[in-house]
């Protein structure tokens, strides 16, 4: 393993890459890096770069191969869920690739139809997409939402596959709210707004309350319906919180995030 390297800072050109806790195949993946994201060398291992994300701190080892190109001023972010990419501004034309919600892209040339060319030669539709300069206001419950039945992954902050601190991170982060990806992490972060409750008890739940159990993260839909990912059906979900909190033994802490 080297000294901390000199590389200039980087930009994902592939749709996601993983982040894992180890520079080798077969261990877990702790985040995951979206398309146009940049992140900051930090060291290397063969192949492996470990590196940290600029967008909320994170820091894991890439894969060798991964698409890593000079930064370059992202113009435009994917505002719907999910963003085709095809090799000509057609719906017939089959797309090659697709990106999260969120994925950060430079257009290099509009169309009176609503394609766009993308820096990297590729098409989307323009509707897909919203400039950055467009503030981060978004209601976090209505963002979360659009990530129901997405698939669960542990690691995962995309619409390819999420889990419970991701859904959280990247609901806040479209509100404005940078916080980490980890559910302990974000318990004890105050960015998410004041601890209302240490253990769930006393208060009157709210929609877009942040609920912490061992382990485990969600967004309260209405007063007695969580919003989570969780591995009890692998997938985003709505439940009731009293059946969350029975399964996972118990609330450590709530939070009301100031949006």
């Given amino acids: 393993m080297t000294d901390a390297l000199t590389t ?21 993946q702790t985040s995951e890096m ?13 192949d492996w770069l470990r590196v940290e994300n600029r967008t909320d701190g994170h820091v894991g080892w ?12 992202p113009t435009h972010r994917v505002s719907g869920r999910m963003a085709n990419l095809h090799p000509e501004p057609t719906h017939k034309a089959v797309p090659v690739a697709a990106l999260s919600f969120g994925s950060l892209v430079t257009v290099a040339e509009p169309t009176d139809s609503g394609w766009v060319r993308l820096d990297n030669g ?15 206001d978004r209601v976090p419950v209505e963002t979360a ?26 609901a806040l982060g479209a509100a404005g709210i940078t916080t980490h990806h980890s559910s302990g992490m974000q318990r004890n972060d105050d960015r998410l707004g004041p601890m209302v409750s240490a253990d769930g008890r006393g208060i009157d739940y709210r929609r877009g309350d942040i609920v912490f159990f061992p382990g485990h993260v969600g967004i ?13 059906t692998m997938s985003v979900v709505t439940e009731p919180l009293a059946d969350v909190a029975a399964r996972a033994e118990g609330i450590t802490g709530v939070r009301r995030p100031l949006v």
Avoid at 35 to 45: A, H, I, K, M, V
Avoid at 62 to 73: K, N
Avoid at 146 to 168: K, N, Q
Avoid at 223 to 231: C, M
Wanted: glycine share 10%; proline share 11%.
């Fill in 8 to 28: 200039p800072i980087r930009r994902l050109a592939a749709p996601q890459a993983v982040l894992l806790e180890q520079p080798r195949h077969g261990v877990p």
């Fill in 34 to 46: 979206l398309f146009g994201e940049t992140c900051t060398p930090l060291d290397r291992d063969g």
């Fill in 62 to 73: 890439l894969p060798p191969g991964t698409d890593l190109t000079e930064p370059v001023a």
């Fill in 122 to 136: 590729l098409w989307t539709f323009g509707k897909r997409l919203e400039p950055v300069a467009v503030p981060l």
């Fill in 145 to 170: 939402l659009r990530f129901l039945e997405t698939p669960y992954v542990w690691g995962g902050r995309s619409a390819f596959g999420i889990d419970c601190s991701g859904l959280v991170q990247v």
């Fill in 220 to 232: 309260m839909l209405d007063g007695a319906t969580l919003l989570h990912a969780t591995v009890f």
